[in-house]
């Protein structure tokens, strides 16, 4: 079992810069691949970043590339996304998720991570 806890949310304005951060608990932080995802009001969760369980691999979407840089610290049992440049169009509750093993290419997707962080307000400002 796994819980996360996202923090690092707010209110910025268009072209500013939030890091934020998921902490989980347990001693198998290592054990998992982790993504961040985020939802808009009307919309459905979207993939954002992940990362795998080493941090060696890397994986964004389109939307995100070249602004965002997602990062663990596994002594410190934090996932991190360093949002940049952000656009209004990058407001939304991101999340934070957990799973034990995946293939590349299942990363992208909701319906592959175990555990979920409850998720932290991000809004840009026009």
């Known amino acids: 079992q796994v819980q996360l806890v996202e923090s690092g949310g707010g209110l910025v304005q268009a072209g500013g810069s939030l890091r934020l951060s998921c902490a989980a608990s347990g001693r198998t932080f290592s054990s998992y691949d982790m993504g961040w995802f985020r939802q808009a009001p009307g919309k459905e969760r979207e993939f954002v970043a992940a990362i795998n369980r080493s941090g060696g691999s890397l994986y964004y979407a389109d939307a995100v590339k070249g602004r965002f840089t997602i990062s663990r610290d596994n002594a410190k049992n934090t996932v991190y996304l360093q949002m940049n440049s952000l656009k209004p169009e990058d407001t939304a509750v991101y999340y934070c998720?957990?799973?034990?093993?995946?293939?590349?290419?299942?990363?992208?997707?909701?319906?592959?991570?175990?555990?979920w962080g409850q998720g932290t307000q991000v809004t840009v400002s026009s």
């Open positions: 998720a957990a799973t034990a093993g995946l293939r590349s290419d299942q990363l992208y997707y909701t319906r592959w991570y175990d555990y």
